[in-house]
Each structure stands twice: as C-alpha cells, then as structure tokens.
C-alpha cells in the first residue's frame, strides 16, 4: 500500500503535468486562432487595397485622358481653370499639368512656374508622373 506521502507526490506530480499540458495545448490553440484570424484579415486588407488601388489609376486615368484632350491653348488661364476643375472633382489626385523637354510648364496648383521644375529623374511603369514643385517649396513665411 502507498503512504501518504506517495499519494501526495503522485497527485502533485499529476497536477503539474497536467497543467503544464494545459498551458502547452492553450497556448499552441491560441497561436492557431491567431493566425487564422491575421491571415483573414490580412487577405480582406489585400482585397480593399487592389480595389482602392484599381479605382486610383482608373481615375487618374480618365482625368488625365480628358486633360489631354483639352481644346484649349497650352498653359492659358482658361486650360489651368479646366485643369483645376478636373483635379477638383478628382478624388485622389493632387495635381497635374503639362510637360516639355522634360520641364513642368505648367499644373493645376502652380500654375505657371515662376522657377522651372524638372520631372523627378526616377522612371515610373505609367505615364502618370509625379513632379516636385520648388516654387511651392521656396516661398517661405514668417508667422
């Protein structure tokens, strides 16, 4: 027959292995649940981003095919206003405007450059191009 210092030890050594199987199996349970639920929300992330994505560059692209289409002459006040109005109802876009020999002539927030801009000398896939704007960035004011 045990003693009671056996049966002591036995039931002791029963509780610790279970509870440390206990803690194990949660936390392996919880690890699981966890990536499933980062896995789904990160496909529905990848699924709104794609969407968002689309609908940009299906706007730019309609805004920027009506710009080009413009009837007006080149850099006038009456193409700028256009160009300001379609940047306006444009969701997404910021700015656009018109380029030669590599030189900003002329865009919707500037207007016509007191200094020139160049296009930013990295190559982009579409014919959407960004442009940095020093006649914005060099006008400084004191408050």
């Not at 413009?70 to 160009?83: G, I, K, N, R, V």
């Amino acid at each position: 027959m045990p003693t009671v210092k056996q049966r002591v030890l036995v039931a002791l050594t029963a509780t610790i292995i279970v509870a440390v199987s206990g803690a194990l199996a949660g936390d392996l349970f919880g690890r699981f649940i966890t990536l499933k639920l980062m896995e789904r929300r990160l496909l529905r992330d990848v699924a709104r981003a794609s969407t968002e994505s689309e609908i940009r560059l299906t706007e730019s692209g309609f805004a920027l095919e009506s710009m080009r289409a413009s009837s007006y002459a080149p850099c006038s006040d009456t193409e700028l206003t256009f160009f300001r109005a379609v940047i306006f109802n444009a969701k997404y876009m910021k700015d656009a405007g018109r380029m030669s020999d590599g030189n900003i002539d002329c865009s919707a927030s500037v207007g016509r450059p007191r200094i020139p801009c160049r296009r930013p000398s990295r190559n982009l896939p579409s014919s959407a191009t960004p442009m940095s704007t020093p006649a914005l960035l060099s006008t400084r004011r004191t408050i």
